[in-house]
């Protein structure tokens, strides 16, 4: 959480704000599981919460940033509330595309799910397929980061608006090295926080 999502503004790949203070709290009080190693998206409020999370990993450089999994370029909505833009044409527009049109002046929605997905699978396909990896692995990545992700690796019946996580939720995921090997799917998807909120 930044305080541009306090504001509901929209905070993408443009704006590179840290963690609001609250935002901090949050994930102080995180039930997260322990994880061997990191994937981050390369932006501030990413690489802090792993600071908060996962210290000891960062600190023995048990990580990689990878470009793939930054947040989505809003174009002229970015750091702007859906508010401020409600009356104005090209955001009733994108509006009427069902949130899937291309962001004016940013990036199509089409294009930041491959580069998100394309990121993930090229990430899983080391992680469990390359010798000496370890056993689990934590992503810190954004919302929109993770509704590309499993809009295409996960349950097939869901759209991506239907893994919409609030600030600080996420997901635990199994994969299994045979079950990739196959067609890349995921054995299971839960939900660490259910209630939007941290356990």
């Known amino acids: 959480m930044t305080a541009g999502n306090?504001?509901?503004?929209?905070?993408?790949?443009?704006t590179d704000?840290?963690?609001?203070?609250?935002?901090?709290?949050l994930l102080k009080k995180s039930g997260y599981p322990p994880a061997d190693y990191l994937f981050l998206s390369p932006m501030k409020r990413c690489m802090e919460s792993a600071g908060i999370l996962y210290p000891d990993l960062i600190r023995e450089g048990r990580f990689e940033i990878c470009e793939g999994f930054r947040e989505c370029d809003f174009g002229r909505f970015e750091g702007r509330s859906w508010q401020e833009m409600s009356g104005e044409k090209e955001y009733q527009d994108w509006i009427a595309s069902g949130g899937m049109g291309?962001?004016?002046?940013?990036?199509?929605?089409?294009?930041?799910?491959k580069r998100c997905a394309d990121t993930f699978e090229d990430c899983a396909d080391r992680f469990l397929l390359s010798p000496g990896m370890p056993d689990s692995a934590a992503a810190l990545v954004h919302g929109g980061t993770i509704m590309s992700i499993l809009s295409v690796f996960g349950d097939r019946s869901k759209a991506y608006?239907?893994?919409?996580?609030?600030?600080?939720?996420g997901f635990q995921l199994l994969l299994d090295r045979e079950l990739w090997e196959k067609g890349g799917g995921?054995?299971?998807?839960?939900?660490?926080?259910?209630?939007?909120?941290?356990?």
């Open 102 to 113: 291309k962001f004016p002046g940013g990036e199509d929605p089409k294009d930041f799910i």
């Open 161 to 169: 608006y239907d893994w919409h996580v609030p600030c600080g939720g």
């Open 186 to 199: 995921i054995r299971s998807v839960e939900k660490l926080f259910p209630d939007g909120e941290p356990d």
């Open 6 to 14: 306090q504001r509901s503004n929209y905070i993408g790949g443009r």
């Open 17 to 25: 704000e840290s963690l609001c203070r609250q935002g901090a709290e």
